[in-house]
């Protein structure tokens, strides 16, 4: 449990904390079903970046995109980076060893280019609506650890990666079935939770069902194009199940 714990939190987060004693696929795996939980660092920070926004009277699109910004580098924009890659590796060649290929080696293209700046977008226009509500900062805190329920759901078991090597090699197929609905029910509660707060509960568990549908359909194409998924794809999951949670509060 400590070592997965020290894996999560060091793998996706930029919060220092001693390596793990060993990284096999059981502590990768455990882990990514404890992502939402590691992801509570990042969770305080936006939250409390919600409250100085207030308090400083800032225009909420600029507190939205103030989030945006810490998490990228909560995270070193490690995600940001898988999300790019994926987009470019799903539209460079037919080939799925020239895809993995450009998602290995390749500079951000048009494609990678196009995707990190609607997804951030989306992210910013659903935030912007988030923050004008009285409990804004403990929602969106909320949020941002359901978001990292999605890395579960990539990383469990019958979903093959598309290459051997690779941090994503470990994790990828590692969480067992029943750690990945945990995580996803512990995801739902922190869901619900926010939806509470925006007093609209419903509006934000059909928000976790989008996610949800999201990311198996990024997990289906990638399978079916790639082959496999790899660690990029797990970057990818991550911005756009956050994109797909907090567009959801934004219709509340």
């Known amino acids: 449990m400590r070592d997965a714990w020290l894996f999560a939190t060091g793998t996706l987060t930029a919060v220092r904390v001693p390596p793990p004693s060993v990284v096999d696929r059981r502590v990768a795996g455990l882990g990514m079903a404890l992502a939402p939980v590691a992801a509570l660092p990042l969770g305080v920070v936006a939250a409390a ?4 926004g207030d308090w400083v009277d800032l225009p909420p699109l600029a507190t939205a ?13 490690f995600h940001w980076d898988g999300l790019a890659d994926t987009a470019d590796g799903l539209t460079a060649s037919y080939s799925p060893a020239r895809s993995l290929e450009v998602m290995r080696t390749g500079p951000v293209g048009p494609a990678g280019v196009i995707a990190v700046v609607l997804v951030a977008g ?4 659903g935030l912007q609506a988030v923050v004008r509500h009285e409990h804004a900062w403990w929602v969106v805190g909320l949020l941002v650890c359901a978001s990292r329920g999605s890395l579960a759901l990539a990383c469990v078991r019958g979903v093959p990666a598309a290459r051997p090597d690779g941090l994503g090699a470990t994790c990828i197929g590692a969480v067992p079935v029943v750690g990945a609905i945990a995580t996803l029910v512990l995801a739902a509660v922190a869901v619900a939770f926010a939806g509470r707060g925006l007093e609209a509960p419903w509006s934000l568990l059909l928000g976790l069902v989008a996610m949800v ?5 990024l997990l289906l194409r990638c399978v079916r194009r790639l082959g496999g998924i790899t660690g990029d794809v797990l970057g990818a999951a991550v911005e756009v199940s956050f994109a797909a949670l907090v567009l959801a509060a934004a219709t509340t």
């Open 122 to 125: 989306l992210q910013a226009a």
């Open 49 to 52: 970046i919600v409250v100085l």
């Open 213 to 217: 549908a999201v990311v198996v359909a």
């Open 65 to 77: 995109y103030v989030v945006v910004l810490a998490l990228a580098l909560g995270t070193r924009a």
